[in-house]
């Protein structure tokens, strides 16, 4: 169940990644340190959230992109997916670890450079956790050992998840 997951949300986050830049896309705008956007996927509506740390901290010497990502695809009933792009290689036996305000803490799975929930009732909490709150803290391992700390602000992450929730007729 989990490799299964694992894929369809790979390939999920892999397209909307990309679909941050094609003209297709739709800017649904800024909200606090939350960018929402809709496009579409094989012809289907495909709507996502994003925010970059405020702060990276971690002895490193290179690091890619780094995001908080929350992704609906209505037409396959996936909503509210939650995952993380770390900007490096994730080491894939250690958890990676979310904390909501330095209470509520949550265990991701990684694998390449992207950390998601086990369960989509994971997602759920931890986008419940996210509504409420105002600092999300996400702790990674790189592959090499590198200890990393990105420091999220969850400043219009509301507003931001009530527009795609509009704009993808979630409800």
């Known amino acids: 169940m ?3 997951r694992f894929a369809i949300r790979l390939f999920g986050l ?3 990644v990309a679909l941050a830049m094609p003209a297709h896309a739709e800017d649904l705008g800024e909200f606090g340190d939350w960018s929402a956007v809709k496009g579409t996927e094989g012809g289907k509506p495909l709507c996502y959230i994003s ?5 990276s901290e971690g002895n490193y010497k290179q690091r890619g992109q780094v995001y908080a990502i929350i992704t609906h695809r209505p037409a396959e009933k996936s909503i509210g997916v939650v995952s993380f792009q770390a900007g490096y290689a994730l080491k894939g036996d250690t958890p990676v670890t979310v904390t ?3 209470k509520k803490t949550f265990s991701l799975f990684g694998q390449d450079e992207f950390a998601w929930t086990r369960e989509a009732d994971d997602d759920k909490a931890l986008g419940a956790a996210m509504r409420n709150g105002s600092i999300l803290v996400v702790n990674g ?3 090499r050992g590198t200890l990393t700390t990105d420091t999220y602000s969850l400043s ?3 507003a931001a998840i ?3 929730n509009t704009a993808c007729g979630v409800k």
Not at 51 to 55: G, H, L, T
Request: aromatic share 8%; net charge neutral.
């Open 14 to 16: 892999l397209g909307a």
């Open 156 to 158: 219009g992450f509301t």
């Open 51 to 55: 925010a970059q740390p405020q702060k």
């Open 162 to 164: 009530n527009a795609i």
């Open 2 to 4: 989990i490799q299964f």
């Open 100 to 102: 909501i305000d330095g």
């Open 141 to 143: 391992t790189s592959a």
